[in-house]
């Protein structure tokens, strides 16, 4: 079996792309997963993981957040970098949450609420972190409002990523939501050209 090594911004992208490589290539095993607090260390080191991938793939996720659209950022991380081709650098539009709310049946069936009250259409909200919390407080689930709603003046609940990283294990189909999310399918389909 052949490895692929991951860095991301956080926990809940770690179990993302661990999903996404399992469902999408088999074939591979992730070896090493880079959890970088955020996007500014992942962007520092983005050198470092773009030599190891000299010897085996690297797929990066950075959420795309304020910037304009994918090839911005991709401009501003690569512009003094030549990008090897066994680094794939995806971004999720906006945030990673898009990508799991992409899956509708699922993320209502976890929160509890109409599958009609999730947005068709993620990827062109302007901060899916907070549709998402707002869905959250009309759950009748009581464990996910405790774990999705902030508490005073924090921008997540208390157990956000520990919550979705268990919606992620347990509900989100992978397929289903790259169906309503371009950004995701681009990151299955750069994962599907990997050699064999």
């Given amino acids: 079996m052949s490895s692929i090594a991951l ?15 399992e469902v999408t290539r088999p074939d591979y095993s992730v070896s090493n997963c880079y959890v970088c607090s955020g996007s500014g260390l992942m962007k520092r080191r983005l050198a470092a993981f773009n030599n190891a991938a000299q010897a085996i793939p690297y797929l990066l ?36 949450e898009a990508w799991l709310m992409a899956d509708r049946t699922a993320f209502a069936r976890f929160l509890g609420v ?7 259409y993620p990827e062109q909200l302007i901060d899916a972190k907070a549709e998402l919390i707002r869905l959250a407080r009309t759950s009748p689930r009581r464990q996910v409002r405790r774990a999705l709603i902030p508490i005073g003046n924090a921008r997540q609940g208390p157990e956000h990523n520990d919550a979705l990283v268990e919606f992620v294990n347990s509900y989100w189909r992978m397929a289903d939501a790259a169906a309503n999310c371009p950004s995701l399918q681009r990151a299955v389909d750069a994962l599907a050209r990997l050699p064999v």
């Fill in 61 to 96: 996720i950075a959420d795309l957040d304020q910037t304009e659209c994918p090839p911005a950022l991709l401009s501003q991380w690569f512009r003094r970098i030549a990008r090897r081709p066994q680094l794939l650098f995806r971004v999720a539009v906006r945030e990673i």
């Fill in 7 to 21: 860095a991301v911004e956080d926990d809940l992208s770690a179990a993302v792309g661990s999903r996404i490589v």
């Fill in 114 to 120: 109409a599958v009609n009250r999730v947005p068709a």
